[in-house]
């Protein structure tokens, strides 16, 4: 993907961010106000505070800006076990685990394990979210309509978990996946397509109201 990465060194850890895909959830903020901080500059100082916490904080950024390397020898990050998506109330599609996105033709554009993908259809930054949910007034419970989820046989059952936005059109998954509600209902499967229009009655599944609003996004 097109996008420029900030690098900030520190003697044990090294972080990086990319404001393309920042989407100020601040949670490394509330974690370890120490190290991240929007008020100063640089707002990123990786040896305020132990490698260990510093890694820790950065696991939660939900949507993959922030990213760390160990030199210290500790543990390098890794993709949760399993393989989830969270539609968020009144925001985006959250995405962790083993995570890859394509295009339909099978280009790999990227490789993840913590991702933040618009379902308001309003981003500039498709298939990412840029906060355009606010700006538009997105409005949507994060509870989960009717499964639409599929167990084919012929998928992977483990590993990684293939996203691909079709042309002016949903996400198509394929790989072992687990969808959260907001409620706490989970649904999993194999195969499945969600919307990113924002137009569906059944978010977060899609049920090609794509067509009719003519929803438009290579």
Known sequence: MDEKLRQYRGENIEVTWSDKRCIHAAECL?????????????????????????????????????HFTRKDGGPEETPDAVN??????????YVRGDVVIETPDGEILLKEMRLALCRCGASKNKPFC????????????????????????????????????????????????EVHGSDGTVYTGNKVTLCRCGKSSNKPFCDDTHIRVRFQSE
Request: aromatic share 4%; net charge negative; glycine share 12%.
């Open 130 to 177: 840029d906060k355009s949910h606010e700006e538009i007034g997105f409005q949507h419970d994060g509870l989960l309509g009717e499964n639409k989820l599929k167990t084919e046989e012929k998928l992977p059952q483990t590993g990684s978990l293939k996203i691909i936005p079709s042309k002016n059109g949903p996400y198509q998954l394929r790989g072992q996946i």
């Open 84 to 93: 989830s998506i969270s539609p968020a109330p009144d925001g985006p599609l």
């Open 30 to 66: 509330g974690r370890l106000g120490v190290v991240f901080d929007t008020g100063r500059k640089p707002w990123i100082i990786p040896g305020a505070a132990s490698a260990d916490q510093v890694a820790e904080a950065i696991t939660h950024c939900p949507s993959g800006a922030l």
